[in-house]
């Protein structure tokens, strides 16, 4: 039985209590809590969009909320974020950090992994479609916990990321992040955590380690999540972790694009994002047929950059965003892969502006 279906369904938790939960044929919200570990009444959101169809595969993601005496709490933070969710027809859940709202503590990582695999049980989640999201402390945590758990997130969106360099995001969890999609939203006027401290680092740190990564300065924003057309740019953010995961998957590229064992490497293209032309740079490790590929985010072929016998040495190449029929392409993200002889692919993103 599911809670769409019914006026009146039990929700059983991994901890096999069962909860009373009303249930509606449009929107579905629920907060509430349950006993866990030292915790008696560890609360959670949860939020079901109006679009959300039992049987068929749903897209999810984890939000994490922010340390802050107002908007750090699992009810306030989806209260926040439901028109998004709404608008991109995503099952939320919430976790609640407790009375310290550390949304990072201990037992919030045991709890959230719990509701991850409640939900799974409770709605029809597309497994390879669940997504996290988190502002400030919660933005932390998506990064530690995101980065702990590769296999669960297609894609991560942090806003106002509440770190110190990448003190906190330490070289074992940035070699998960190989060909992840991870948006950044950071506010220039942010005092709290400035652009040195809490961007730039992280940005440059998941770009070495080979993630795909888009990034947004917001304007004369502080430490806030009430930005200016903040549910516009959280779904602009969404489409595009979105699309680049399902260009990952399609493309079905190797996992790490700097990989030993591979006869070359694919580095950084510069600048990036760019209008009018961007380098790329690759080395050849061993002879060969080298093809330098360029791919829209549905997978389709745009332009073949290089396609030519190399020997073993380091090179650059550049692109001025047209096709193979020498027409611009549209704003928007890409892929860029290389392959030499029979290797698998590995591939980097790239960001055409307008």
Known sequence: MHPLRLPF???IFATGLTLPVQSTQAQT???SSFAFQIDPAKKFALYVPSGYQDGIENKAILALHPLHA???NSKTWCDILTAFAEENNLLMICPDGGADARIDDPIDVAFTTALLDSLRAWHTVDEDKTFILGFSWGARAAYTYGLANPDVFAGSITIGAFINGTAQVGPGLLANAANKPFYIMHGDSDALVNLQTGFFPIRDALQDAGAFVNSLILENVDHTINFPNRDQLLSDAFSWVDSISTAVAQLDV?????LTNLPGTLGLNYPNP???STRIAYSVRQPGLVQILAYNVVGQLVRTIIDEKKTVGEYVVD???ADDGGNG???GAYFYTLTIDDSPPVARSLILLP
């Open 9 to 11: 369904i039990c929700l």
């Open 29 to 31: 919200r629920v907060d």
């Open 319 to 321: 692109w001025n965003g």
């Open 254 to 258: 190797e996992d790490v694009p700097t």
């Open 70 to 72: 107002v908007w750090g």
């Open 274 to 276: 760019f209008r009018q």
């Open 329 to 331: 392409l549209p704003a």
